[in-house]
């Protein structure tokens, strides 16, 4: 995790920002079918309540199957419709709840590096954890959506409105200007710090309260005016991830 979030600083010192999209990046479907197999990760756009039920919908293969798995054991699944379109009723948890999404075509699954995280049984953040780039909110967010951590640098995330030329962030004394993505999605580097940090994101100031402790298991801790989150990805290197209240200090 260190070396992937390290690995990005080349890339927003060059472009002034690592911008995330929701959706995925085009491949070439047939130079890598000519290779193998090719089957694309779920991308999670939304997550909305109905009823009792949580309603996770976003893109995939078209008509492929599309499975969340919980490290419990439990699992949830429908297919994409023929334009790769899906909507999968997820029971509201009793508390929080990680699960990771998987394409399945024929025989071969495609697991995504992401993770869905559903706080407080849905009355918290819900958001789409990403190893080595930016968390993205897929609920109600304050102007920083969330800072990033692998105990090295920090990466701080969030979605502006509409018309949004430029996003000022102000930390450890220096301002950065970045401007958003086509979604209004935006990210970048800040220096390390060892402990609680204010951050200010377009006028408006945000504390950071430092690293969530070394776990091997998910940790969720409400401090700071925000979430804190420990969590492990795919390769086993641990991230830290702190999630502000749209309310704000």
Same mark, same amino acid.
């Given at each position: 995790m260190k070396r992937a979030i390290l690995s990005m600083v080349a890339a927003v010192l060059a472009g002034g920002a690592a911008a995330c999209s929701p959706a995925p990046p085009a491949q070439d479907k047939a130079g890598a079918e000519?290779?193998?197999?090719?089957?694309?990760?779920? &991308?999670i756009e939304r997550v909305e309540r109905a009823g009792s039920a949580l309603v996770v919908s976003g893109v995939a293969e078209p008509q492929?199957? &599309?499975v969340l798995r919980s490290d419990e054991g439990a699992a949830f699944a429908a297919s994409a419709d023929p334009q790769g379109r899906f909507e999968i009723r997820?029971?509201?948890p009793a508390e929080h709840l990680l699960l990771r999404p998987e394409t399945q075509v024929g025989q071969d699954t495609a697991p995504s590096p992401d993770r869905l995280l559903i706080l407080a049984a849905g009355q918290g953040p819900i958001v789409v954890l990403r190893p080595g780039g930016p968390t993205r909110r897929l609920d109600a967010a304050p102007a920083?959506?969330?800072?990033?951590?692998?105990?090295?640098?920090?990466?701080?995330?969030?979605?502006?409105?509409?018309?949004?030329?430029?996003?000022? &962030?102000?930390?450890?004394?220096?301002?950065?200007?970045?401007?958003?993505?086509?979604?209004?999605?935006?990210s970048v580097m800040l220096a390390p710090h060892g402990g609680p940090?204010?951050?200010?994101?377009?006028?408006?100031?945000?504390?950071?309260?430092?690293?969530?402790?070394?776990?091997r298991e998910l940790t969720v801790e409400q401090t700071g005016s925000?979430?804190?989150?420990g969590w492990t990805g795919p390769g086993g290197a641990r991230q830290s991830t702190w999630?502000?209240?749209?309310?704000?200090?």
């Open positions: 000519a290779a193998g197999d090719w089957t694309r990760p779920p &991308v492929a199957r &599309v997820v029971a509201a920083l959506g969330a800072i990033d951590s692998d105990g090295r640098m920090r990466l701080a995330s969030g979605r502006a409105g509409p018309g949004t030329a430029r996003i000022e &962030v102000l930390s450890g004394g220096e301002t950065v200007q970045v401007a958003p993505d086509a979604q209004g999605r935006w940090d204010q951050v200010r994101v377009t006028g408006r100031d945000f504390i950071w309260p430092g690293e969530a402790a070394p776990s925000g979430w804190r989150i999630l502000p209240d749209p309310a704000g200090p």
